[in-house]
């Protein structure tokens, strides 16, 4: 007891954390961080909030009913605390009577989500782990973030897109000293780069960008929102989802004024001369020009002109945000984007060239050496059947209908059991109202949560999570030099236990509790993680402390940040396409794909292609639901509800379009189209785009009686789609809605 204060780690960086008499009471920024996020400070308040989960839960209808009863309640429905064993028995019982009567294909853990930083408790590892052990699960393919890119740039680039993006593209420190023009679709803002998977120690985001702004660069904010550009950034206000238009005119200025490098086309691309003749109009009568994309885009052809001299003239960077292909046809401007590099010819050169992702995450372009280890094996899945992630309301939906992906057609599991841990559909998933309709399909769902999330609230069996402030771990993202011991601040929060305690409890009663556990406690699992991390690391030439040692200084920064790991993306392949060939199918960059051709999809042909927009008249404004602020996703929202005002989430929404409906700056508002409706607080701003409305992401969906989100969740409006029958990812970008007063 008494007074404890700590350094820990989390995805939105370190913090200290101080508890006293067993409640944490403050959290702080990282003194060693220059440019610190705010969202630590959610911490002790949504720790000890009384939306916890204090106790395992059972839905009265399913505990009354047996495995499938009452399930049309799922989301209405009491819940009943039990005592863990009790709920355990349950929980098991259910997970083997679906394994021997359906297989153990009839078990979706895809279980998507971001959980919480530590390595070992990462809920998704164990999940994973557990359900591997208990003879196997459907998986899930990519992410939410990344979903299409990863299907499509393969295909352009030879080579999978997070070892691309993490392991390949150019580091900040050499941008923010070499780049002259950084034109960044999608923006790079503050908001974005707070993140990243495991953690992001030093914020160098915004001051890499400060430094390019007083050394004279450019910075070319293409975005609907002003703020996601630096401060000091040039604002170019496209329409969402006309990028690729904007990417095909400035392409055409290049060809048009002889500005393009057709040495490098001809030395490191293929397909060019299948591409040209659609962007110049030979091939369909279009002539994909800055007049033509002038009114597709809202940027005048002028502008397009004189922004593709700009890029030809300067040592030129293109950033491209993950937003971009979270959208309908998103595998299009991530491709075209390439072949506009290619066309600069500064793919390869110090500061030119392409990135994706700059402005998205922390931990993208960081000079750090990549270290292995530190994970907790997950074992081997048994069974085949993987979904694309995003398609999960489709799978609960059709089970044995057949859907085309990537060049596969596939079919569809018929799922009696979900099982999910660390995630949280109800925030991530687009359509809400679908995808309820969805979770009433299966059987049984179990949840592992902290908090009474709204799928928590739409479970089963609901077993209390530990928090990270409630159990010991070690921290560390693969693209950060630092290493946490993350202490136990306080005792687990109600009934709550460790995902592995959960786990290793219900893996003992189906008769693979030795296989789950390899007879460790968490505590020697972390040591044993660890000491292999270490042995790895000693290997590689790099001492770090030991368990103990790290232990007693809560932190420790390894020396593997730095210029001497730089990188330029694709220098050597630059230098020598023969001898260092990527890995498509003509070892170059891929502007006409045979491969994707060859797929015959008619939304995804074999050179990247303009899909115009589907308008709905009835529902003009379209919406961009970006990542919110002030927080990670839906993550400790509670905490953040409770602040007067903060809910229902800020729209904003530009000056014209909301005279035009009557909107006052502060009242709140209905949003709306054919799939739904939440509320909404009106924020009045020109730096929204006429026509757009941004509502960020991540209130925690609250169904009124009528049917309207009370909080402001965005994805009751999203369009539950595939991107293409290629990718398969998300369309959460893509959605048309009406606002109203009241
Ligand atoms: N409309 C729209 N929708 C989007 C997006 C968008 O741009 N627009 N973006 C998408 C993207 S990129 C993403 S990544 C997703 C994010 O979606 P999610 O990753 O599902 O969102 P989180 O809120 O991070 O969910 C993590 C959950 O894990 C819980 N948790 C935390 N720690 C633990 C733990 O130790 N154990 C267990 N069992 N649980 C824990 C948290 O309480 C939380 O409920 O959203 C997607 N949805
Ligand atoms: N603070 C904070 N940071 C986060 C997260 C968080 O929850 N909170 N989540 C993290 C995660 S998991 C991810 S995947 C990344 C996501 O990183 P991104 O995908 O880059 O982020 P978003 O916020 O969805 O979108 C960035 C901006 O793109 C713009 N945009 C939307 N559609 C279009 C379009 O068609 N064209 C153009 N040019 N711009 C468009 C929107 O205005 C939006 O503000 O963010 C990470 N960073
Ligand atoms: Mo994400």
Known sequence: MGRIEKTTSSHWGAFRITAENGRLVSAAPFADDPDPSPICLSVPAAVHHEKRVARPSVRRGWLEGGPGRAREKRGADEFVALPWDEALDLAAAEIDRVRREHGNGAIYGGSYGWGSAGRFHHAQSQVHRFLNCAGGYVASFASYSTG?????????????????????????????????????????????????????????????????????????????????????????????????????????????????????????????????????????????????????????????????????????????????????????????????????????????????????????????????????????????????????????????????????????????????????????????????????????????????????????????????????????????????????????????????????????????????TEGRSAGEWITHLYDRFRQGCAEAGLETPSLDELKARNFVELPIEGEAFERTCLAAFRNDPEAAPLGTPSGRIEIFSERIAGFGYDDC???????????????????????????????????LEDEPGARPAPLSIHPEDAAARGLEDGALARVFNARGACRARVRVTETVLRGVVALPTGAWFDKAEDGTDLQGNPNVLTEDRGTSRLGQGTSAHTAWVEVEAG
């Open 605 to 639: 042909p074999g050179h990247p292609t303009w899909f115009p927009p589907e308008a709905d008249a009835a529902h003009p404004l379209r919406l961009v639901s970006p990542q919110p602020m002030d927080k990670l996703h839906s993550q400790l929202e509670c905490a």
């Open 148 to 516: 299409c890119a990863q299907s499509i740039m393969p295909h352009v680039l030879g080579m999978d897109f997070l070892q691309f993006s993490y392991g390949e593209q150019t580091s900040w420190s050499q941008i923010a000293r070499e780049t002259e023009t950084l034109v960044m679709f999608g923006g790079i803002g503050r908001k974005n780069a707070q993140v990243s998977m495991g953690g992001v120690t030093r914020h160098s985001v915004g001051p890499s960008l400060e430094a390019m702004r007083a050394r004279g660069a450019a910075l070319v904010n293409i975005s609907p929102l002003r703020t996601d550009g630096w401060e000091g950034s040039e604002w170019m206000p496209v329409r969402p989802g006309t990028d690729t238009a904007l990417m095909l005119g400035l392409a055409f200025t290049l060809e048009e004024e002889g500005l393009a490098d057709h040495a490098f086309l001809a030395r490191c691309a293929e397909g060019w001369g299948r591409f040209r003749p659609y962007l110049m109009g030979e091939a369909d009568g279009v002539a994909k020009s800055p007049e033509w994309a002038e009114p597709l885009t809202g940027i005048a052809a002028g502008d397009i002109r004189a922004l593709a001299r700009r890029m030809a003239g300067t040592r030129c960077f293109i950033s491209v945000a993950w937003a971009l292909q979270r959208q309908r046809h998103g595998e299009q401007p991530f491709w075209m984007a390439t072949v506009l590099a290619a066309m600069l010819g500064q793919i390869g050169l110090k500061g030119g060239g392409i990135g994706y992702g700059y402005g998205s995450i922390g931990g993208v372009g960081t000079p750090v050496k990549r270290l292995g280890g530190l994970a907790l094996p997950q074992g081997r899945n048994p069974v085949q059947a993987v979904i694309p992630v995003a398609r999960v309301a489709d799978m609960l939906l059709n089970p044995g209908a057949d859907y085309d992906f990537n060049g596969e057609r596939r079919t569809y599991p018929d799922i009696r059991l979900v099982m999910w841990s660390g995630g949280n559909p109800f925030h991530h998933h687009q359509d809400l109202n679908r995808l309820e309709e969805a979770f009433r399909r299966p059987d049984t769902v179990i949840v592992t949560e902290p908090w009474w999330t709204a799928t928590a609230l739409r479970a089963d069996i609901v077993f209390p999570a530990t928090t990270p402030y409630e159990r010991e771990d070690i921290g560390r993202a693969f693209s950060d030099p630092f290493l946490f011991h993350m202490p136990k601040m306080i005792e687990p929060v109600g009934e709550a236990r460790d995902d592995y305690a959960i786990f290793s409890g219900l893996a003992e009663r189906l008769g693979c509790g030795a296989a789950f």
